[in-house]
T-cell receptor, first 116, second 114 residues
Framework: QQPVQSPQAVILREGEDAVINCSSS?????VHWYRQKHGEAPVFLMI?????EQKGHEKISASFNEKKQQSSLYLTASQLSYSGTYFC?????????????????FGQGTILTVHP | KAGVTQTPRYLIKTRGQQVTLSCSPI?????VSWYQQTPGQGLQFLFE???????NKGNFPGRFSGRQFSNSRSEMNVSTLELGDSALYLC?????????????FGPGTRLTVL
């Protein structure tokens, strides 16, 4: 099932903060965050794994509530370069097996616009 | 290290034709995933290959198929094209399973079906 992202769009002034949420109706093994600028390929931001491990290489923070099957991406002191569409992707636990095993499903995206 | 490359970048076809898209992953990456991106549907998973084997498949009709070669390069084929197949097709590679590894996306192939 496709995760649900909220809000669908957000407009900020430089320096303001924003939170993007990602929610799934099923148990999750991992949540992934990607940013895509207009006309470009999605770029990896972070992976949050069940058990607390995180992998990422940008100064962006995120949380993963395994019990609620929710993740939030925190964008603080936003910069113009943060503008783009943010996608969360979710993967079910390995125990899910079947046709869900290993499959990453992305949400519809959240459009973030940062103005000077 | 070279990134993920996709060819061609743009393609225009007519209904009923077939098309083959190509993806070369980052050197050393054995997993290749394909996604369809449209304004209304976002990023839709097509399939994932690892060591020439299809490990996962999304909810697309059988007209969509793919394969992976021994050098990890991958192709996807769409037969009997429909207008609704117009989209950006993205390929992504990763070292291991996409569910716990960073994926590196290529620039995509923009397919227009007339």
């Amino acid at each position: 099932q496709q995760p649900v992202q909220s809000p669908q769009a957000v407009i900020l002034r430089e320096g303001e903060d924003a939170v993007i949420n990602c929610s799934s109706s099923k148990a999750l093994y991992s949540v992934h965050w990607y940013r895509q600028k207009h006309g470009e390929a999605p770029v990896f931001l972070m992976i949050l794994l069940k058990g607390g491990e995180q992998k990422g290489h940008e100064k962006i923070s995120a949380s993963f509530n395994e019990k609620k099957q929710q993740s939030s991406l925190y964008l603080t002191a936003s910069q113009l370069s943060y503008s783009g569409t943010y996608f969360c992707g979710t993967a079910p636990p390995l125990s899910a097996g079947g046709t869900s095993y290993g499959k990453l499903t992305f949400g519809q995206g959240t459009i973030l616009t940062v103005h000077p | 290290k070279a990134g993920v490359t996709q060819t061609p970048r743009y393609l225009i076809k007519t209904r009923g034709q077939q098309v083959t898209l190509s993806c070369s992953p980052i050197s050393g990456h054995r997993s290749v995933s394909w996604y369809q991106q449209t304004p209304g549907q976002g990023l839709q998973f097509l399939f994932e290959y690892f060591s020439e084997t299809q490990r996962n498949k999304g909810n697309f009709p059988g007209r969509f198929s793919g394969r992976q070669f021994s050098n990890s390069r991958s192709e996807m084929n769409v037969s009997t094209l429909e207008l609704g197949d117009s989209a950006l097709y993205l390929c992504a590679s990763s070292l291991g399973l996409p569910l716990n590894n960073e994926q590196f996306f290529g620039p995509g192939t923009r397919l227009t079906v007339l």
